[in-house]
């Protein structure tokens, strides 16, 4: 045979077999890259305040959370929005909760939530191999079906769609809101225990061969102040009746974030599980209302007796009154622009891989999804158009800045009685002023110097407000995507009780 001839049949059959060996090679290396991807939890507690949890000095007893901060990175200025849903927006979009449109709880009356148009954070980590499971509650649109978890990238959904539920009946406003999957449960028992349970089934039986993205968001401890009795006996009687069912509600969370990493254990994959846990706004507590509002709603009930017999006014007597969080030693609460209500607890934890200790470093709500990103090794895949940035290295090295090509790192804040603007370490607080004729008012501090925001330093330095004014200004807003107040005021979002009106996962269009 001809050497020509020769090569002709030979050369061929050789590239093809490097081809294959090429291709089995590829397929090999990408199913280590997935494998070694690691998992990810991120446990969103409701309403928890700065000193409820024992790693703090609470007197609240929360052994699962404090080991899990004693194993991991202290996260001590970890921010997020005052309320509940503009958090949960930006945890899902790595964008500013105004620039979504949502600013304040999305009521059960709100016809959207989070637009649809976003991608989120289960929908990338999908794209990437992930299965995404959620337990817990969503509360960024009810209405439609289109908003539900499953419709956004969430392969499973357990929990509710909407704000607080009564943690027996599992309603609100008026309805059951407790599903799987889009179809209404009615089932006995403690939500925090049943989401519990959730978690550690989905763990249990989870796809071996993906990597898994679970976000388990408690309810616990936001409001109506209810927990198993066994639990609120293990506190004295020295505590004040709502402070006791407080604490026993928060060791209730306390309880079932153990199971979840026991489960994570059980199943050999702790050590390749990154879990963030942090709470969705700061406590709410009677001290950070209004005195002048606290003390009407009081006068109220001692004339009229509890429940008051409109509402709205009921409803406005429990927010007001019966929180009972501690956000000590920060200033103000839940709904408030001052740190008690945006500066939360937070713990970022992965066996041998985070050295322990505690970070100074700047991270907010809205970068928790370039930061997963990165330290899941898909920088490639953070989107561009974000607010937050990745804070995966300057966690671990407690580092204070950023990288300048990344641009200034800001947050912009929005309460019920105002606006604030982060730039670390200086923070410019618009307060509106209680009366409509009034001018808004600027207070400046330094958080580094004054984290109790003793000291406003606004009279001296004007030069500096006047800067971060203009910052703040040109912060971007998009139209508000929420029911009119009147409407929320005659059809209030009660937290459990009696229901009157059709089932929320079956009532959605």
């Known amino acids: ?49 700065w000193n409820d949890v024992g790693y703090h000095g609470s007197e609240i007893k929360t052994p699962h959370i404090d080991r ?69 509650k969503w509360h960024l649109g009810h209405r439609q079906r289109a908003y539900f978890p499953q419709s956004r990238g969430f392969e499973h959904f357990y929990g509710n769609l909407t704000g607080g539920i009564g943690y027996w009946d599992h309603s609100h ?5 407790w599903q799987r999957n889009g179809v209404s449960l009615r089932e006995p028992g403690y939500a925090t225990q049943l989401l519990a349970d959730e978690a550690v089934r989905l763990l249990e039986t989870r796809d071996p061969k993906r990597p898994t993205f679970l976000l388990v968001a408690f309810n616990a401890p936001h409001l109506p102040n209810e927990a198993p009795l066994s639990a609120i006996d293990a506190y004295p009687d020295s505590l004040s009746p709502k402070r006791r069912i407080h604490a026993a509600m928060v060791s209730e969370l306390d309880t079932a974030v ?32 209004p005195e002048g509002l606290a003390w009407l709603m009081e006068t109220l009930g001692d004339f009229f007796g509890e429940p008051l017999p409109v509402d709205i006014l009921e409803f406005g007597r429990v927010n007001i009154l019966d929180g009972a969080s501690d956000n000590s030693p920060l200033r103000g609460g839940k709904g408030d622009i001052y ?52 804070r995966w290295q300057a966690i671990r090295a407690d580092e204070n800045h950023i990288a300048e090509e990344q641009g200034p790192q800001v947050l912009r804040v929005q309460g019920y009685s105002g606006v604030a603007l982060i730039d670390p370490p200086w923070k ?62 005659l059809d209030p979002d009660a937290f459990g009780g009696r229901e009157d009106r059709t089932p929320w996962a079956e009532a959605a269009e």
């Open 68 to 136: 899990m901060a004693a194993g991991g990175i202290e996260l001590d200025r970890f921010y997020v929005q005052p309320i509940c849903s503009p958090t949960r927006a930006s945890l899902m979009t790595g964008k500013s909760a105004a620039r979504l449109g949502i600013y304040r709880p999305l009521s059960k009356l709100d016809p959207g939530g989070l637009p649809l148009e976003e991608r989120i954070l289960p929908q990338m980590l999908r794209d990437a191999g992930y299965q995404s499971l959620m337990v817990g």
């Open 428 to 489: 410019l607080i618009a307060r509106s002023s209680p009366w409509p004729w009034g001018e808004t008012v600027f207070e400046l501090y330094h958080l580094d110097r004054d984290p109790r925001e003793e000291n406003d330093l606004a009279a001296v330095d004007p030069a500096r407000v006047k800067t971060l004014r203009t910052v703040l200004e040109r912060q971007p807003q998009a139209p508000h995507a929420h029911a009119s107040l009147l409407r929320v005021a």
């Open 173 to 177: 406003g008026g309805a059951l809101d």
């Open 1 to 49: 045979m001809r050497n020509d001839t020769l090569s002709r049949l030979v050369v061929p059959c050789i590239a093809a077999r490097c081809s294959m060996i090429c291709w089995a090679l590829g397929v090999l290396v990408a199913s280590g890259a997935q494998a070694a991807s690691p998992n990810i939890v991120v446990i969103v507690a409701d309403d928890l305040g």
């Open 258 to 289: 153990g199971r979840v990493l026991s489960a994570l254990a059980d199943q050999g994959i702790r050590d390749n599980t990154l879990v963030w846990f942090l709470s969705d706004n700061g406590g709410l507590s009677r001290s950070a209302a």
């Open 339 to 390: 740190e008690g209500g945006i500066r939360v607890p937070s713990v970022l934890a992965w066996p041998g891989r985070i050295e322990p200790g505690e970070s100074d470093a700047f991270v907010s709500v809205q970068d928790v999804l370039p930061t997963l990103l990165q330290a899941a090794g898909l920088a490639a895949r953070i989107p561009t158009d974000l607010d937050g940035v990745g």
